[in-house]
């Protein structure tokens, strides 16, 4: 690992093909109440943007 | 947040949006406050759904080289907002991803450096097709 935690060497994203693992994970939100991510598209398409930081 | 400010084409779509960053719920409140956002944001401290959803770590050059930094500012020129300090792991990089209600995923866009961001124009015209 490199300086502030970055990488040695190059890494490519590798997004799945189906988003089951990622429906599975629970999250807090701004208050603190947890969300199952699959919820989000249990009936219609999701949006799912993982921010870079919060800035 | 560009996306964020196409909300109402988003809702024609009639899809969810779902943001989740890499930090506390307390960081999650702050943010939602200073970028005067009204969606929920999930707080992912340990970062385990940005490793299922296979975003990358950066190297330094991904994270502040030329081209990085030159984008970087343009946006912040265009959105004139300045970028606020990093909270989380700062080589982290994110990424879009639309996921149908059978689970699959017809389009992602996973940051390849830190200036790698899908357009919302992308984004829209992707959710119109899932």
Do not use: C
Request: avoid cysteine; proline fraction near 6%.
């Amino acid at each position: 690992m490199g300086i502030i935690g970055t990488a040695s060497e190059r890494q490519h994203a590798h997004p799945p093909e189906r988003a089951d693992e990622i429906g599975a994970i629970e999250l807090p939100d701004q208050d603190g109440v947890q969300h199952r991510l699959g919820d989000y598209w249990k009936e219609s398409p999701a949006i799912l943007v993982w921010l870079r930081h919060y800035g | 947040m560009q996306l964020h400010r196409e909300r109402q084409a988003l809702e024609e779509t009639g899809a969810g949006l779902v943001l989740i960053g890499q930090a506390t719920p307390r960081h999650a409140a702050h943010f939602r406050r200073r970028q005067d956002i009204d969606l929920p944001v999930l707080a992912d401290e340990k970062r385990e759904s940005y490793k299922a959803a296979g975003a990358k770590v950066a190297t330094l050059s991904e994270l502040l080289g030329p081209k990085v930094a030159a984008k970087g500012l343009v946006s912040s020129l265009r959105s004139r907002q300045p970028q606020g300090r990093t909270i989380g792991h700062p080589a982290q990089l994110g990424g879009t991803m639309i996921v149908r209600p059978d689970g699959s995923v017809p389009w992602s866009h996973m940051s390849e450096d830190a200036s790698d961001n899908a357009s919302p124009a992308e984004i829209l015209a992707a959710i119109r097709e899932a």
